[in-house]
């Protein structure tokens, strides 16, 4: 079972009416005082974290989406890649990819997501029971490549307890009308006698293409759109022409913006005492579009020897790219109860996975992309004294990965990392928190086809002051030093990516990538408010970025992975207060937001930093009813990297009403939203997509949550 981490209910929740307690959902896990449980395994305070949030009952259905990103993109901090509505990645502080671990109660997702922002993250949210995001230094502890921070999807494949019920059904269901969304899920779990649980849940996702406002396109890709139609209407290209206008004019869909997902897990576990086991074994599987850069089949003036070269290379620049996804997973989760000498618990968590996704061009097969891969923890639990409580463990990760066609821009490549960590915690007094974590970490990163292996060798630690005051304001500060080898994909990396339409360049000289970090953070209650906040900085010493070069390759724009120092800094909180509390109903103002800047050593901005956001809402609540409306302003972000869009600025309007229609219970909501009402056109700057991927328009949703 995963190691609980005691957290104060209005500094974990980032939605308000989260704080609501399901009991008859079984949502949460309460302790004796009546603090949330969460479960990130290694951590026992959330101090050292600096920053989480749990997104769970109405906070989750109301976000609820196929991809995790699109999930959690409202909480402070948090953004996603946007690639398309089937790929969408979190990114924690202006951080994504490697620097973002994404696990399944506690260990990695064990597929390619972090290889390029086109592949979708294999886990389905919507059999999820909660979703931890972890932020801050601490989160080191589940590897090197956690830097950014953490995402832990709780789904229960593998029974956390034991109900006390015959049986425990929980089911989700929801359509809107911008994508003919038609999605549900269910999780099932049945104690056979008072020790075993069997678990099955599945999901089925279905929509069409999205309709969005105005042009797909943004305004300067249109013109150049329009000017490319008028030089080939010269010419005498009338067909052309005419392709290139309909390209700069396509409004109110999006083309090839359909998804298609379905999953499936079964799982059992066996509880003795404070001991158990359990495992599972499940499938993922999704087929999703790939929206096309307007135009990216023309390349007027130039000249090919043979007119069929010309003839075929245009068919396949208009061709749309579908991906196949199917991930096979199996996991194991056991503790053992040690008794009350030095250690208290040996905790382990294995997880397995057979990935493979293949993208098609048209309907010719591309490229297939195969990782094969284990993930391994074993934690060794103190018994806590009265002021002393930490926690030591060993992690293992395998990964073969292979890319197999004409266009595989990755040479098959085996990674294994081994580390060794620890968490320990000290009460000064019954006021200040002394708290450290450090991790080392081996990485081994081969080639066979190429011939080359690279060794890398990582320390990374932290070190946290906490003070806490007698009505429970926490604040203090954690200084930080992480180290990050470099990735196969970062290494590797050779070749044309029809999906993400790059050419991109690895360097097999990549060193290792590390960052001093400071963070001071605030959180608990002030009067009847609550509030968390934090601002942090981290100093790069050679920073792996991917940077657009302004050169073409085989008519694709190419990008390397440079190397240079960085320097990141943001702010980020989150205010909510009790405008009106009058017993029966409650009135609530939420206001959060984010900022991050981010520059190379030469002053140069890094690619792709999130834009200054804020969100402001008002929510009401009763027995019965919930309400809700806010509003998320996001700025221009201007400050881009070179041959990068800049973005303007934009501003959602949202609103849902949520119902419990049965008296005294919770364990049925109903929910209407309204999203985006003014449907306005706007654009995430962290998408690679955003000059002809806007965010979804006008959409209109209804939701059942039950539980049983």
Do not use: C
């Not at 979708?120 to 080191?140: C, F, K, N, Q, Y």
């Amino acid at each position: 079972m995963a190691a609980p981490v005691a957290v104060y209910a209005q500094d974990a929740v980032a939605e308000t009416d989260a704080e609501r307690v399901d009991d008859d959902v079984h949502n949460r896990r309460i302790n004796s005082e009546g603090e949330i449980v969460v479960s990130a395994v290694g951590i026992t305070q959330l101090d050292i974290l600096a920053g989480s949030a749990i997104l769970e009952s109405n906070a989750l259905q109301r976000n609820l989406d196929g991809q995790l990103g699109t999930v959690l993109e409202k909480l402070p901090g948090v953004s996603s890649s946007g690639f398309s509505p089937g790929a969408s990645r979190p990114i924690l502080r202006g951080f994504s990819g490697e620097r973002v671990k994404v696990l399944i109660d506690g260990i990695g997702a064990i597929d390619a997501s972090n290889t390029s922002d086109d592949h979708a993250v294999s886990i389905d949210p919507l059999t999820a029971e909660r979703i931890e995001v972890l932020r801050g230094p601490a989160v080191i502890l589940y590897g090197s490549q956690a830097i950014g921070g953490a995402v832990n999807v709780i789904d229960k494949r593998i029974p956390q307890r034991v109900p006390d019920e015959a049986f425990h059904l929980d089911t989700v269901f929801t359509a809107d009308t911008a994508a003919n969304l038609l999605q549900g899920g269910a999780s099932l779990d049945v104690p056979i006698g008072s020790n075993f649980v069997m678990h099955v849940n599945g999901s089925y996702r279905s929509s069409d293409d999205i309709e969005v406002p105005g042009f797909t396109a943004v305004p300067q890709l249109r013109a150049d759109l329009l000017a490319d139609a008028a030089q080939e209407e010269d010419d005498g290209e009338l067909e052309e022409a005419e392709e290139l206008r309909e390209a700069a004019n396509q409004r109110g869909t999006l083309p090839n913006s359909a998804v298609e997902t379905y999953s499936g897990d079964i799982g059992f576990a066996f509880f003795s005492g404070n001991s158990n086991l359990g495992a599972s074994i499940g499938v993922y599987d999704t087929v999703y579009g790939i929206p096309g850069r307007p135009g990216a089949g023309h390349h007027h003036g130039e000249e090919v020897e043979e007119a069929g070269a010309v003839e075929e290379e245009e068919e396949e620049g208009e061709e749309s790219v579908t991906i196949d996804l199917r991930q096979f997973r199996a996991d194991m989760r056991g503790a053992v109860d040690l008794g009350s000498g030095v250690f208290s618990e040996l905790r382990t968590r294995v997880g397995y996975s057979d990935y493979t996704h293949t993208e098609f061009e048209g309907a010719e097969v591309g490229t297939v992309f195969e990782v094969r891969g284990i993930e391994a923890r074993a934690e060794l639990v103190q018994t806590p004294t009265q002021n002393w409580r930490g926690s030591l463990g060993l992690q293992y990760t395998f990964r073969d990965f292979e890319a197999i066609g004409d266009e595989a821009f990755v040479a098959p490549n085996r990674t294994d990392q081994f580390a060794v960590f620890g968490l320990q915690e000290f009460d000064l007094t019954r006021a200040i928190q002394l708290e450290g974590a450090l991790r080392y970490e081996t990485t081994d990163v081969s080639s066979q086809p190429l011939g080359i292996e690279r060794d890398f060798n990582t320390l990374s630690g932290a070190v946290s002051l906490a003070y806490e005051t007698q009505n429970g304001l926490r604040f203090g500060v954690t200084g930080s030093r992480a180290e990050r080898a470099p990735s196969a994909e970062e290494l590797f990396a050779n070749g044309p990516h029809i999906a993400t339409q790059a050419f991109e360049i690895g360097d097999v000289n990549l060193g290792t990538e590390k960052a001093w970090g400071v963070e001071a953070f605030l959180r608990g209650n002030v009067g009847p408010a609550s509030v968390s906040f934090a601002v942090f900085h981290n100093a790069f010493d050679d920073f792996i970025f991917l940077s657009a070069t302004g050169a073409e390759e085989d008519d694709l724009p190419v990008f390397e992975f440079l190397q240079q120092d960085a320097d990141y800094f943001g702010i980020e909180g989150q205010v909510t207060v009790p405008l009106i509390d009058s017993g029966p109903f409650t009135l609530l103002a939420d206001l959060r937001g984010d900022y991050i800047q981010a520059e190379l050593a030469d002053g140069t901005p890094v690619p792709r930093i999130p834009a200054l956001n804020v969100l402001g809402a008002l929510e009401a609540q009763t027995d019965q009813f919930d309400a809700r409306i806010e509003t998320q302003w996001f700025d221009s972000q201007n400050d881009v990297a070179p041959f990068e869009s800049p973005t303007d600025s934009f501003t959602l309007v949202n609103a849902s009403i949520a119902w419990r229609p049965l008296k005294d219970r919770s364990n049925i909501t109903i929910m209407l939203q309204a999203d985006n009402i003014f449907d306005v056109d706007g654009r995430r700057h962290t998408s690679f997509t955003k000059d002809f991927v806007p965010n979804i328009g006008r959409n209109f949703k209804a939701s059942v949550r039950t539980s049983f």
